[in-house]
């Protein structure tokens, strides 16, 4: 592996993404911290962190870059069956905490988790300013399901979703693709290539056309849309028959 610029804990600077590697796919930095300024930083220029616990934090900006554009949702016949059938309740930002909780407990045939505490802890600030925002998927005001993710410009980057029962990781996908669509949103970035993901309608981009779509240096305020309830019934007339 070739040696990799280490980020100075003084300075926000991040190395040209067009430098990361290609082995592993999209390895760009390594150091630095999770402030708020700096995940700010990354986010604004296609990075993101994705490291484990014990390591320093890692950078990264894959290509090609797979995302999902909000009319390009796939909705099968079963789940728009579900999105019908009122199972589920859907709602943005009512328990990020829980919904960051859920996304880091130990999946089936996994060891450990990349959502250690220290990141749980940055999304949580930028929850609180305004620039992280969670999906909450309810089956009798149960958590089932959701997503979180980070709102920039007109580009929601996507962190990680759950499931705890069939359909409610791809119902609060559902639901979010149908409300960014109905606000104007350019993409959702799932950052690297998921089978699942596929299924439901993402698909690869070259780095440098992902990087187009980014906001301005200087416009990344908090998205305006949140929070949002979302009553299933408000969507319903997009999954057909």
């Known amino acids: 592996m070739a040696a990799l610029p280490w980020l100075d804990p003084d300075s926000l600077w991040f190395p040209d993404p067009a430098t990361a590697l290609t082995e592993p796919n999209g390895l760009l930095a390594v150091g630095g911290d999770l402030c708020v300024e700096r995940l700010l ?71 450990g988790t990349w959502l250690i505490p220290a990141m749980r802890r940055a999304y949580q600030r930028l929850h609180q300013l305004g620039y992280a925002h969670s999906v909450e998927v309810w089956q009798d005001e149960q958590l089932v399901g959701g997503l979180y993710g980070v709102a920039l410009g007109k580009v929601f980057f996507g962190e990680s979703m759950f499931s705890r029962t069939s359909d409610a990781s791809k119902t609060a996908l559902a639901a979010l693709a149908g409300q960014l669509q109905s606000h104007g949103f350019a993409l959702i970035d799932c950052q690297v290539s998921n089978p699942h993901l596929q299924t439901l309608g993402a698909r690869p981009i070259t780095r440098a056309d992902f990087l187009r779509y980014l906001p301005e240096p200087g416009a990344i305020g908090p998205g305006p849309l949140w929070p949002l309830e979302w009553p299933l019934t408000a969507l319903q007339p997009a999954f057909g028959p």
């Open 41 to 111: 930083a990354a986010y604004q220029r296609g990075i993101f962190p994705w490291f484990e616990q014990g390591q320093a934090p890692l950078w990264w900006s894959p290509d090609p870059r797979m995302v999902l554009f909000p009319a390009e949702f796939h909705h099968s016949r079963s789940l728009r069956k579900t999105l019908r059938s009122g199972r589920f309740s859907v709602s943005s930002d009512r328990d990020f905490a829980a919904v960051t909780a859920a996304c880091a407990a130990p999946r089936q045939g996994s060891r």
